[in-house]
């Protein structure tokens, strides 16, 4: 079992920024990656970034593309989602997902354990 844990939601202005982090404990190890997805109201949860299978490559969506950077520090088994330049059209609940190295990145079935997900909300 892992357990994820985000944390660093909240509300700010549109052109503000905001680092999400996602804590993982319990059986975590290097063959599982982690991503980020996020769902807004009325609308299928979407990939934002995520790591590659051994985590030497990463990868965006379109959408935030040189907006937003995952990164992470495995002493303290936690990857981080840092993003920049919001827009209102980023406001969902941010989650972080876990799946073993060989799923595909994007698709959030891929993914077997997830977080509870944080709250972003941007104004405009």
């Known amino acids: 079992q892992v357990q994820l844990a985000e944390s660093g939601g909240g509300l700010v202005q549109a052109g503000g920024s905001l680092r999400l982090d996602c804590a993982a404990s319990?059986?975590?190890?290097?063959?599982?990656?982690v991503g980020w997805f996020r769902q807004a109201p009325g609308k299928e949860r979407e990939f934002v970034a995520a790591?590659?299978?051994?985590?030497?490559?990463?990868y965006y969506a379109d959408s935030l593309k040189g907006r937003c950077t995952i990164s992470r520090d495995n002493a303290k088994n936690t990857v981080y989602l840092q993003m920049n330049s919001l827009k209102p059209e980023d406001t969902a609940v941010y989650y972080c997902?876990?799946?073993?190295?060989?799923?595909?990145?994007?698709?959030?079935?891929?993914?077997?354990?997830w977080g509870q997900g944080t709250q972003v909300t941007v104004s405009s």
């Open positions: 997902a876990a799946r073993l190295s060989s799923g595909t990145y994007y698709y959030p079935a891929s993914y077997a354990y």
């Open positions: 319990g059986r975590t190890s290097s063959s599982y990656s």
């Open positions: 790591f590659s299978r051994f985590g030497s490559s990463t």
